[in-house]
């Protein structure tokens, strides 16, 4: 591991001992005792009898007390042979003045081209000093293609950074066994905030496979509800193998991530948690996560033109507030597409969903989950029910669902769960109840037994049944308790058992086709 830096101290001279210095020596002894007036290694130090012009300039490679490994004729010097006292000094040389300037970009390589240079064990020491060395305005650390190795942390700890590698065969790696928690981190959840930082264009692999324990993470923003980093940009990276969270965004605002590609990761794909706001993810490709996205206690995050895959949960928010979920693809959710748990005030909008377990819940929470959107999706194939406004401890209500498709659900096609006050309008349903025949309805309004679904505005859908299995009812009333609801200006055509079944005493339907039945 060659560290190209050079370091300094002041006021370091003495005279050597050796009687000569051969021309081809590669070790010098200093006076007894002088060796503590150098610095560490690696420095450059000037050997001259009167005139430093016309002396040799040796690196320093090593230091044993008195005694200096040396590399010979530097900078252009010319080796040869020196008297015992000849002067040897810590002098501002070319090489020396370089490193004294700005260093805006400093390169990392594992093949002995960078100013720092990693050779596949604790290559974190490199890169880490790498950052260490940026002026305090920042600069660039851009890592070479090549394995870097890791058994300890990589931290960014400054403003102004962009880290980046060469693409995907620029790969970060956990050690085996190594147990990492966070392995790629801006900041360190204390008190102070970092901003205008990117990282972009390399790989990050957690190596769960080799591991026996911790919660490894490849890439963590780590900021707090009270001091936030902004202005984080993570693109163009690929990213696996943690045994939690992959890329977690804690304590971040006004930050992007985008055309990243998260795969197979235990627990999230990406991860925004504790108050963590207007933020964007867009672009990225999720597959074979628990959860493709996750976002606790987070707002005004936009999460845009993504592909979700093969993942637990494509998207979830949990008590989420204002955040925008839209023109997104969800494919094959072995659990459920998108799922709001007692958010408010959320827009789920324009998403394509197909072949999810269940599509879209809103919901199931003990906090009260109100005033959601959710407008405009495309949502087919799911294995049981396509959308579902579902009453868990806490309160389901006032949530708009309107201009939807929704095709082929095993299920209900639209779930009202002990749901109310919401307006279901404008959307088209057609062959829910695909797994069993006369079974399922296009929309369904029930209860758990103790809350039911009142006041709903049931209107202007259009509901089809034109498989071999049919819906049993296209608008269905579970029970005389679930009331107070209005059916309005459907269309429903061709339900098994009937059309529009509305079973409360107070319910109301308006004007529909057909107009009984």
Not at 182 to 202: A, E, M
């Amino acid at each position: 591991m060659a560290k190209t830096f050079l370091t300094k101290k002041n006021n370091a001279k003495s005279t050597i001992t050796d009687n000569p210095l051969t021309s081809g020596a590669t070790t010098v002894n200093v006076q007894s005792g002088d060796g503590a007036k150098f610095p560490a290694d690696p420095f450059h130090a000037t050997l001259y009898t009167s005139d430093p012009s016309v002396g040799e300039i040796v690196k320093v490679t090593a230091k044993s007390t008195d005694a200096f490994t040396i590399e010979r004729a530097k900078e252009n010097t010319t080796a040869q042979a020196w008297a015992q006292n000849t002067k040897i000094e810590l002098l501002v040389t070319a090489k020396l003045f370089d490193d004294f300037q700005t260093r805006t970009e400093i390169i990392v390589a594992t093949d002995g081209s960078g100013d720092y240079n990693c050779d596949g064990t604790d290559d974190q020491t490199e890169i880490n000093e790498a950052i260490s060395n940026l002026p305090a305005g920042g600069g660039i650390v851009r890592l070479k293609k090549g394995t870097y190795t890791l058994t300890g942390l990589v931290e960014i700890l400054k403003d102004n950074v962009v880290f980046e590698g060469e693409g995907a065969a620029t790969l970060i790696k956990a050690a085996n066994a190594s147990n990492l928690g966070d392995i790629v981190r801006v900041g360190d959840g204390g008190t102070t905030p970092y901003s205008n930082i990117v990282i972009r264009n390399l790989k990050v692999d957690g190596n769960q496979a080799n591991q026996t324990s911790g919660n490894s993470s490849p890439i963590v923003l780590w900021g707090t509800s009270s001091n936030k980093h902004k202005r984080i940009l993570i693109e163009n990276c690929w990213l696996t193998g943690a045994r939690l969270d992959c890329l977690k965004v804690i304590g971040t605002e006004e930050s992007i991530i985008r055309n990243c590609f998260i795969h197979d990761n235990t627990g999230t794909g990406i991860g925004l948690f504790t108050s963590s706001q207007h933020n964007t993810i867009t672009g990225n490709v999720l597959t074979s996560n628990g959860y493709g996205v996750y976002d606790s206690g987070c707002n005004y995050n936009t999460i845009t033109s993504n592909v979700s895959r093969s993942n637990g949960y494509g998207f979830y928010l949990s008590s989420a507030w204002r955040e925008a979920i839209t023109g997104n693809a969800i494919f094959t959710s072995t659990n459920y597409g998108v799922y709001i748990v007692g958010g408010q005030r959320n827009a789920v909008t324009g998403n394509h969903l197909y072949g999810d377990s269940w599509g879209m819940i809103i919901g199931n929470s003990s906090n009260i989950t109100k005033y959601n959107v959710i407008s405009g999706n495309t949502i087919a194939w799911a294995t049981n029910h396509g959308i579902a406004l579902y009453h868990g401890s806490g309160t389901t209500i006032n949530n708009v669902v309107t201009g939807n498709s929704v095709f082929g659900c095993g299920g209900h096609g639209i779930y009202l769960y002990g749901s109310s006050y919401n307006t279901v309008t404008g959307n088209a349903i057609d062959n829910a109840s695909r797994t069993t025949n006369n079974t399922s309805h296009s929309i369904y309004l029930s209860n758990n037994g103790t809350v039911y679904s009142t006041y709903n505005v049931i209107s202007s859908n259009n509901c089809q049944a034109t498989q071999a299995n049919k819906s049993a009812y296209h608008i269905r009333e579970n029970s005389t308790s679930d009331d107070f609801n209005l059916a309005i200006a459907n269309v429903c055509k061709d339900g098994v058992t009937g059309q529009i079944g509305l079973q409360g005493t107070n319910s109301v339907r308006g004007t529909n086709i057909p107009a009984t039945g």
